[in-house]
Nanobody, 122 residues
Framework: QVQLVESGGGLVQAGGSLRLSCADSGRTFSGYAMGWFRQTPGKEREFVAA????????YYGDSVKGRFTVSRDNAKNTMYLQMNSLKPEDTAVYYCAAARLLTTAIDQYDYWGQGTQVTVSS
């Protein structure tokens, strides 16, 4: 069973960078596409980025294109989200998730982590 744990969140000033990690402690990373989503209070969960099992096809939400980079290391059962040029509007709880196929649709993701808070100060 996939058990996802996010880490790397924190407080950063606008223009700064953070790198989030998502580790699969269940060690069944194999074959799953992986995604990042984020959510702020009172708003729906928003798609951020996703990557195929092989790691050769990343896909990004419009709000993060050119600033965020998603990658994965299957040998370490870990996915990453490098976030550069952060803006206050990037402040949210960030979640990683696993799906059978690359998708932006929240309901297609079978497994979710508990989330990690990212706060960007102006």
């Amino acid at each position: 069973q996939v058990q996802l744990v996010e880490s790397g969140g924190g407080l950063v000033q606008a223009g700064g960078s953070l790198r989030l990690s998502c580790a699969d402690s269940g060690r069944t990373f194999s074959g799953y596409a992986m995604g990042w989503f984020r959510q702020t209070p009172g708003k729906e969960r928003e798609f951020v980025a996703a990557i195929t099992w092989g790691g050769n096809v990343p896909y990004y939400g419009d709000s993060v294109k050119g600033r965020f980079t998603v990658s994965r290391d299957n040998a370490k059962n870990t996915m990453y989200l490098q976030m550069n040029s952060l803006k206050p509007e990037d402040t949210a709880v960030y979640y990683c998730a696993a799906a059978r196929l690359l998708t932006t649709a929240i309901d297609q993701y079978d497994y979710w982590g508990q989330g990690t808070q990212v706060t960007v100060s102006s």
